[in-house]
């Protein structure tokens, strides 16, 4: 069973830099894909950024240009890192990875192992 741990979440000022990581357990690297998801109160999961299977990264329209994303494999460690924080990113910060994943994927449904989430919360 892959376990994910998200960390590095917290209070944060708007304008400053927030770096998320997702450690894995001993196997989960076997996770060939990632993905990184937001839930803010009262609204859907929604995907931020993810790597796929070929090592591409993806990044939703709506954080173009403010996230990056990245992994470690031989920490077993992906990362997240957005710049420039707003009130708007406040949210619970959720890792998903998957063992057998083709490519990318949006469709959180597609996701087999999730975290249990890391709150951001963004002061004005």
């Known amino acids: 069973q892959v376990q994910l741990v998200e960390s590095g979440g917290g209070l944060v000022q708007t304008g400053e830099s927030l770096p998320l990581s997702c450690t894995a357990s001993e196997f989960a690297f076997d996770c060939n894909a990632m993905i990184w998801v937001r839930q803010a109160p009262g609204n859907q999961r929604e995907a931020v950024a993810g790597i796929g299977s070929d090592g591409s990264s993806h990044v939703a329209t709506f954080m173009k240009g403010r996230v990056t994303v990245s992994s470690d494999n031989p920490k077993n460690t992906a990362y997240l890192k957005i710049q420039a924080v707003r009130p708007e990113d406040t949210a619970v910060y959720y890792c998903?990875?998957?063992?057998?994943?083709?490519?990318?994927?949006?469709?959180?449904?597609?996701?087999?192992?999730w975290g249990q989430g890391t709150q951001v919360t963004v002061s004005s």
């Open positions: 998903a990875g998957d063992t057998v994943m083709l490519g990318f994927s949006g469709y959180l449904g597609a996701w087999t192992f």
